[in-house]
């Protein structure tokens, strides 16, 4: 059981294994599994469970503890952050092939943006202990997967960084 | 060889084994290593080359292709960024035990600032080559290091975006 479970209206649809074929279609979206071949795709996918859940789900929670990254399969979820005076902002929206919560999974602190259901979406989680499993039991697929989430963490701390400059940046030029 | 064996000046001084004391002396601090035991510490250091370099030497340059970290042992760096209008801009300071050039390790993309020698600084380096032997040789010192990385690049990249969020927030309220 990760989080997830103590989510209302979440359903649980089974392992990852009968998705495979789901996440081929859009595995070229997908860039946590791009260097994965079929193979590894499948062994991976025993790790994982799917889900579905409706319009309005909020699937993460800002601020929660988290232990789960998860992969939008169908539909899509607005990434929303509450701003410093409360208010939700839309930061982002998602469709499939994009990962969510890979920070938490890493290191089970909060939740950095909430993520609501904007129709009915089905998604595979991979939670803490499965990737612990993955590790010990198929490291040659734990390995690539380690390297793969530090290529997508490592690309947005530098875009995030990019972004941070320019910002710091147009600060200055406005105080000037 | 990687690509700190091209910068002039910088005298190598072999594996990292006989600095294995040093790495003890300042773990504390580095963050990186923090999870390590005596022997994994060691089975690492086989796989780091050091180097020392006198005051003023540019151990990073920034926008050049990079293949490796290093480990700060003596002595202390300045960590400087260009800024759109090509001036330099110290952003830190780094000593002792501070791991640098982490995300060119990962990526082999441009170097995102520089670093210059504040003083004769020893460092032990990882490169690429260096990363993929220990997960190969040794999987479970090479798993443990590619945790690591993640723990702390996840850890930056929430800072950032932290950062960010901050810095986009000032300039909405001086804008409205």
């Given at each position: 059981m990760s989080s997830i479970d103590h989510i209302p209206n979440v359903e649980f649809l089974g392992d990852g294994l009968p998705f495979v074929g789901r996440i081929r279609e859009i595995i070229e979206v997908i860039q946590l599994f791009e260097d994965f071949e079929p193979d590894e795709l499948e062994g991976l996918a025993r790790y994982m469970r799917c889900y579905r859940a409706p319009l309005g789900t909020e699937i993460i929670c800002?601020?929660?503890?988290?232990d789960f990254m998860l992969l939008l399969l169908d539909g899509s979820v607005e990434?929303?952050?509450?701003?410093i005076r409360g208010l939700a902002q839309i930061m982002a929206t998602a469709g499939p092939g994009k990962t969510l919560g890979e920070m938490s999974l890493i290191d089970g602190e909060p939740r950095f943006a909430s993520c609501?259901?904007?129709?009915?979406?089905?998604?595979?989680?991979l939670d803490r202990e499965g990737l612990s499993r993955i590790i010990t039991e198929e490291p040659r697929i734990g390995v690539k997967l380690l390297m793969e989430l530090l290529m997508l963490l490592n690309q947005?701390?530098?875009?995030v960084s990019k972004q941070l400059m320019d910002c710091v940046e147009a600060r200055r030029s406005r105080i000037r």
């Open positions: 800002e601020g929660d503890a988290g990434i929303v952050k509450k701003d609501v259901a904007l129709d009915s979406v089905a998604f595979a989680v947005r701390l530098r875009s």
